[in-house]
């Protein structure tokens, strides 16, 4: 397996009180080539996550000194990792908040270390642009809005624009086909990964950040607008 690992190259930190699932959740990790780092204390975790730079983190939501939502508010000021939420309960309130502090996707606990590195591989395999074409050099530009897909840059009237990673992609994906709409499916298979199961609004949590961040309208975007029974589309910037 490790001459196909999918993590080769990577760096992944796993944030965990239960030390026994850490070790379990690192070990498949390492399986997959990540160099991997076990924290079990939020505070801790924010400053590992300083030093090693991860380029994912799996993160708890119940952890001692910080919960994962602090955790995950701080890492946000400073990192674009992919954060993957765990949380004990199934409950809404769960997910919306741990989604709301700049998670890109939640596993509720008990789950499989498998189907966790299963969406960990779909999201690295994925490709950037549509039929594993290169991606285009050129900006997009939609009114002020401008997009440098090969840099992974957005500028709103000149001014940088920070977005996660998962936040760029659903950009990227609707201004690719600006003229689409699409269903959440469509926007999960090419942002999560088409083997992704679980809540399809959780395409609605990230479009509302997109939005904020873009100072859109929610009502009658100019950037991402809402067809109603459809899904999702590119507005023109004006």
Request: charged share 30%; proline share 5%.
């Amino acid at each position: 397996m490790t001459g196909t690992a999918v993590g080769r190259g990577y760096r992944a930190m796993v944030v965990e009180d239960e030390r026994e699932l850490a070790g379990l959740v690192g070990s498949y990790l390492e399986l997959d080539g990540f160099e991997v780092t076990l924290s079990h204390d939020g505070a801790d975790a924010v400053d590992r996550a300083r030093e090693v730079d991860p380029d994912l983190i799996v993160l708890d939501l119940g952890l001692p000194s910080l919960d994962g939502v602090e955790v995950c508010r701080q890492i946000r000021t400073f990192s674009d990792a992919y954060v993957v939420m765990l949380t004990a309960r199934s409950d809404e309130i769960d997910t919306v908040v741990g989604l709301s502090v700049g998670a890109d996707d939640y596993m509720t606990k008990p789950f499989s270390p498998r189907e966790l590195t299963a969406r960990v591989r779909a999201m690295l395999r994925r490709p950037r642009m549509p039929d594993g074409a290169p991606p285009d050099p050129d900006v997009l530009t939609f009114g002020p809005l401008r997009i440098d897909p090969a840099g992974r840059e957005v500028w709103l009237d000149d001014a940088p624009v920070s977005l996660t990673r998962t936040e760029f992609d659903l950009l990227a994906t609707l201004s690719r086909r600006p003229r689409m709409a699409f269903t959440r499916r469509q926007l999960i298979d090419d942002v999560w990964g088409e083997n992704w199961v679980g809540d399809e609004h959780l395409v609605d949590v990230h479009i509302g950040h997109l939005r904020r961040k873009l100072g859109d309208d929610a009502t009658a975007g100019r950037f991402v607008r809402t067809f109603r029974g459809v899904g999702y589309r590119m507005g023109t910037g004006t």
